[in-house]
């Protein structure tokens, strides 16, 4: 370039160098999906409750009281035909009274699904699930009184011993469908979740191309 100082002429060769053979820094990473964002586990939990498997729920649920209630009247009538209404031989009455109060907060949770129900009722289908099992010892008991008793009486007993184990059966495959339920729902839903990202590749200007290969600057 006539008429410009060498000076200023190296100086202007410098900094184009810069410019171009300088260490361009990395774009920002940009989400690959924005779909994929972390999204709170009780909100998680809330849809698979309420839309997913609401209908299961509370088939499960509705099973749980029938079953129950049948098992109560069942079972005392049992108990006082075979041992005079013992209090010691009730076990499935209070096991009854345990699977309606969580038949009905099953129902209520797929009516209004949150966090502290579904913990809430994965505890107390655990703890059915023991009592039921207990309860079962109340139905092989032997009772002397039923020594005195005609054929008729202990077909009346044994049916009603069948239809009292069969109802707590019934309860306990209900209670293990909701801890299936519970299990599959917290094992789709509460695993850590991050954002996959990419890195955007910088395209080469076509008219730069030229100086990085070169070196060599036209002034």
Known sequence: ?????????????????????????????????????VEPMEDRLVRWFGTVVNTRLLMAGIVQIFCAAFCILCTFSYTCLTFSCSASMTAPIWCGLCYIATGSLAIDLQRKPKKFKVMTLMGLNIFNLLFGVCSFITFFVKSSQMEKATPQQRIGVYVLKGSGFVSILQCILAAKYMLFLIWKGMKSYSGLYRQDYITVIQHSDEHAEPLLENEQFSL
């Open 1 to 37: 370039m006539p008429g410009v100082p060498e000076t200023t002429r190296n100086m202007f060769q410098e900094g184009l160098h810069q410019v171009f053979f300088k260490e361009r820094p990395l774009p920002s990473p940009v989400p690959a999906d924005e779909s994929t964002a």
